[in-house]
């Protein structure tokens, strides 16, 4: 059964630190670019963090960059997110996510998509 | 940064209905669009990508048009199912995505 699983949502206080853990099945995961997604109380999706199959390469959105930090093991099918100096504004659902790929070719968009984690920051 | 304006923020509908729904970028993107389906406490479920190219077992009720800034998210006879919020998303220069648009009864 092809799915993802996110874990490590949590309360946090504003200055502090969480990590989150993604867990993948059914799918190659070590071929696989994946990324973060969160969706904030009563707004939108936002895009966080990519990363690609072999870790190499990675890329934040601009409100979380240089406090959080995306990695995987792919001998654990597994990927994560470290948050620190978490805000008030990083409360969210957060999801983690496949990118698409047709023929080979990347297509953008997210096809597998876990049920989400939610990390609340507040004191 | 590349800007997704979606409308309208909020559409009543009744089932069988046509619905439309709009999605502006701030400059082109040419075809790189994707649209999702997300319910209350679920995931977002992938629609459409290219603009216009059907998810595998995504209805033949649901369609995509439109190239460069504007675009189109169409569902012909609005199901029971289809009352949800939808989401569109560019990926040519990093991801962004609209508001979102919630469908409701």
């Known amino acids: 059964q092809v799915q993802l699983v996110e874990s490590g949502g949590d309360l946090v206080k504003p200055g502090g630190s969480l990590r989150l853990s993604c867990a993948a099945s059914?799918?190659?995961?070590?071929?696989?670019?994946m990324t973060w997604i969160r969706r904030a109380p009563g707004k939108g999706l936002e895009w966080v963090s990519y990363i690609t199959p072999s870790g190499s390469l990675t890329s934040y959105a601009d409100s979380v960059t240089g406090r959080f930090t995306v990695s995987r093991d792919n001998g654990r099918s597994s990927l994560y997110l470290r948050m620190d100096s978490l805000t008030a504004d990083d409360t969210a659902v957060y999801y983690c996510?496949?990118?698409?790929?047709?023929?080979?070719?990347?297509?953008?968009?997210?096809?597998?998509w876990g049920q989400g984690t939610m990390v609340t920051v507040s004191s | 940064d590349i800007q997704m304006t979606q409308s309208p923020s909020t559409l009543s509908a009744s089932v069988g209905d046509r619905v439309t729904i709009s999605c502006r970028a701030s400059?082109?993107?040419?075809?790189?669009l994707a649209w999702y389906q997300q319910k209350p406490g679920q995931a977002p479920k992938l629609l459409i990508y290219q603009a216009s190219t059907l998810e595998t077992g995504v209805p033949s009720r649901f369609s995509g048009s439109g190239s460069g800034t504007k675009f189109t998210l169409t569902i012909s006879g609005l199901q029971p199912d289809d009352f949800a919020t939808y989401h569109c998303q560019q990926y040519d220069n990093k991801w962004t995505f609209g508001q979102g648009t919630k469908v409701e009864f």
């Open positions: 400059q082109s993107i040419g075809t790189w």
């Open positions: 996510a496949r990118e698409s790929r047709a023929s080979g070719s990347l297509l953008g968009a997210f096809d597998i």
């Open positions: 059914g799918f190659m995961f070590s071929d696989s670019y």
